[in-house]
């Protein structure tokens, strides 16, 4: 391990406060966001992390001088004045950078067909009736579509919110910007506007793998989210993904807080049904008014708090889990220009997303391939002549449930051959898709979703959480079985952040984020927190 990639205070190297205006649990992009949104209205936030660093999903590690990104891959929305810029300048003050990818943002390989998603909806709308001009008409139908559906994650976040006021803007925004097609399962709406099954699996794999599930469950605004979301392109955090939980560490600290890290809470602490602070592993009691939660619905609810079996727990029984995964981290020696490794993704499948989803033979999904080190302009200054990169792909979970509730250091053999199988197979993959790469890896380690489950509590190891299908966010007419999992849940002072809060990924995240702390805040300090967000969408841009 390195230094460079550590972020946050360890919890040996100093005491910790009784007492602080807020505590948030868990540093992924929610709980950090949440804390630097509360730190910039004056509150004093201690966020606690268990694993050795900050960052979540979004923190980086190094093994034997080889570093890699354990979740981010890219980030849409960065260009000038567009939301995730606006909010990622607002949370860091703009120190942290951002790269573009370049144009195509991603690569995907469907059987034997290629297919290249470029920058811009013109570019990506032509691309697609170039290649199937007698979908024309279709196409052109899809796209108008994905328009009419922007506002749709907008109008479901302010439903998440308290008080009458915001609820009323949530139900005009939800009547005049949501089209009935949004909440139905993307697969089916596609199905009815392209006849082309090559077509329709060109539109519906970055969905399927960047979301994790079968397009025949995932709703169709998701899937419009995406190409939202990357319509002016993609970027990467200069300096890696740790640059992110680094970039928030100096608000948090102006207002008196801090992240400390290698500090698991054992419990929230209630008088009633207030939240009163947490209780550390090590026994350590710190009290606060607000108490964030940025574990995860289970965790929060499961183990934190005192009766397991309350009501959100029971609810959380009638709620699917999103799919596990495994992840191989590969070391390879040689520059990323000499191994031929693509700044975008690779998607891979045989040609359909959604067959393992739907509960196909095989014991994985299709792939997806990232490389860290071909997209940071500052990669090969610091690891020059050695590369790295991460193969990603989903499994069942039955396939790792015999090993559940055992130790790192007590593993099965079975786990080991397990493990050892599914290396080869993702290293094939490698070597299929970028034959240079053949004879060139010089270390690789697999994550698993017992590696998974164990640094984010998320039961089985998924990646996002719980599933965001269309049981979950409703049809428009009935509410989902997730609505009850809003920011300001039932007890006093605790507040939930992150990816069950509306969406998975880092745009849900941060919007999880975002929302917990408008709850957390008093009227005033809401005030600010818009104003301030404000200030940042209308002013110049900083130059990267």
């Known amino acids: 391990m390195s230094r460079g990639v550590l972020v946050g205070r360890p919890l040996a190297a100093g005491p910790v406060a009784d007492a602080y205006d807020a505590v948030v649990i868990g540093s992924g992009a929610g709980g950090l966001t949440t804390a630097v949104c509360l730190a910039r209205q004056g509150r004093r936030v201690a966020v606690f992390e268990q694993h050795y660093t900050a960052g979540g999903y979004t923190h980086a590690y190094r093994r034997r001088g080889w570093e890699w990104d354990v979740g981010i891959h890219y980030v849409g929305q960065l260009g000038r004045r567009e939301p995730v810029r606006v909010v990622s300048d607002y949370l860091t003050g703009g120190a942290l950078r951002w790269t573009p990818v370049g144009d195509p943002y991603d690569e995907y390989r469907l059987a034997d067909e290629v297919h290249r998603a470029p920058v811009g909806f013109s570019a990506r709308r032509a691309a697609l009736i170039a290649r199937f001009p007698a979908e024309r008409a279709g196409i052109e139908a899809l796209f108008r579509l994905i328009g009419r559906c922007r506002a749709v994650l907008p109008a479901l976040a302010l439903g998440r919110l308290s008080g009458p006021v915001v609820r009323r803007l949530a139900r005009l925004l939800r009547a005049a910007a949501v089209p009935p097609e949004a909440l139905r399962p993307a697969r089916d709406v596609v199905a009815e506007l392209v006849r082309d099954e090559r077509l329709r699996q060109a539109v519906l794999t970055q969905s399927a793998l960047l979301l994790a599930d079968s397009t025949s469950r995932l709703p169709f605004f998701l899937l419009a989210v995406l190409f939202e979301h990357f319509r002016t392109g993609a970027w990467y955090p200069v300096g890696g993904s740790a640059a992110i939980a680094r970039a928030m560490l100096d608000p948090i600290r102006a207002a008196g807080g801090e992240v400390f890290v290698r500090a698991p809470v054992a419990r929230i602490t209630l008088d009633g049904t207030r939240a009163t602070g947490v209780v550390l ?224 990924g880092f745009l849900g995240a941060v919007t999880g984020g975002l929302l917990a702390a408008h709850e957390a805040l008093d009227r005033t300090g809401r005030a600010r927190l818009w104003t301030g967000l404000l200030k940042q969408a209308v002013r110049p841009a900083s130059s990267w």
């Open 281 to 504: 592993a090590d026994g350590t009691r710190v009290r606060a008014p607000v108490v964030v939660s940025a574990a995860g619905a289970h965790h929060t609810h499961r183990t934190l708090l005192p009766d397991p079996s309350g009501a959100g727990a029971d609810r959380l029984e009638d709620m699917r889990r999103g799919s596990p995964f495994v992840v191989l981290f590969i070391g390879l020696d040689g520059d990323p220009e000499e191994l031929g490794l693509p700044r975008h993704n690779l998607m891979v499948t045989d040609g359909d997303c959604d067959t393992f989803f739907d509960g196909g033979d095989a014991r994985t999904s299709g792939h997806f391939l990232s490389f860290s080190c071909a997209k940071d302009p500052t990669w090969t200054t610091r690891h020059p002549g050695r590369s790295t990169g991460e193969i990603l792909t989903y499994v069942r979970p039955e396939l790792f449930a015999p090993f559940h509730g055992s130790g790192p250091r007590d593993r099965d053999p079975a786990y080991l051959a397990l493990k050892a199988e599914l290396t080869a197979e993702l290293l094939e993959q490698l070597h299929r898709r970028l034959p240079r790469t053949r004879g060139r890896v010089a270390y690789h380690e697999l994550g698993t979703p017992l590696t998974a489950e164990h640094f984010t509590r998320w039961p089985g190891g998924s990646l996002y959480g719980l599933a965001k299908d269309v049981v979950a966010f409703g049809d428009g007419h009935r509410p989902g079985i997730a609505d009850w999992l809003r920011p300001r849940t039932e007890i006093d002072g605790l507040y939930l952040s992150g990816q069950d809060c509306l969406a998975g």
